[in-house]
């Protein structure tokens, strides 16, 4: 089993920032890809930010320039570091992990999402 826990979410003004973290544990053999969806009220959950192994980074157009995916490989963290914070990207933020349990068994894992909020 693969546990995700996010944290960082929270309430904020237009053009404010916040950093969203998720950590996964478990018996994680290998990562391939960290990176964060988000659904809003009455949506489809969205892609974010991936970062995969080797560094390949790919946004979403609309927060391309505004959002930073990082990683930590040896916390097997991943973070989004927001700026310029619109009222549009008010939604629950999901961290999904993607990689290899020992004995070669392929996960895909989601955390349980933290609200952001974006007043305006």
């Known amino acids: 089993q693969v546990q995700l826990v996010e944290s960082g979410g929270g309430l904020v003004q237009a053009g404010g920032s916040l950093r969203l973290s998720c950590a996964a544990s478990?018996?994680?053999?290998?990562?391939?890809?960290m990176g964060w969806y988000r659904q809003a009220p009455g949506k489809q959950r969205e892609f974010v930010a991936v970062?995969?192994?080797?560094?390949?980074?790919n946004y979403a157009y609309s927060v391309k320039g505004r959002f930073t995916i990082s990683r930590d490989n040896t916390k097997n963290t991943v973070y989004l570091q927001m700026n310029s914070l619109k009222p549009e990207d008010t939604a629950v933020y999901y961290c999904?992990?993607?990689?290899?349990?020992?004995?070669?068994?392929?996960?895909?894992?989601w955390g349980q999402g933290t609200q952001v909020t974006v007043s305006s």
């Open positions: 970062i995969k192994t080797g560094g390949i980074i």
């Open positions: 478990g018996s994680i053999f290998s990562i391939n890809a």
């Open positions: 999904n992990t993607e990689g290899t349990l020992p004995g070669s068994t392929l996960f895909v894992s």
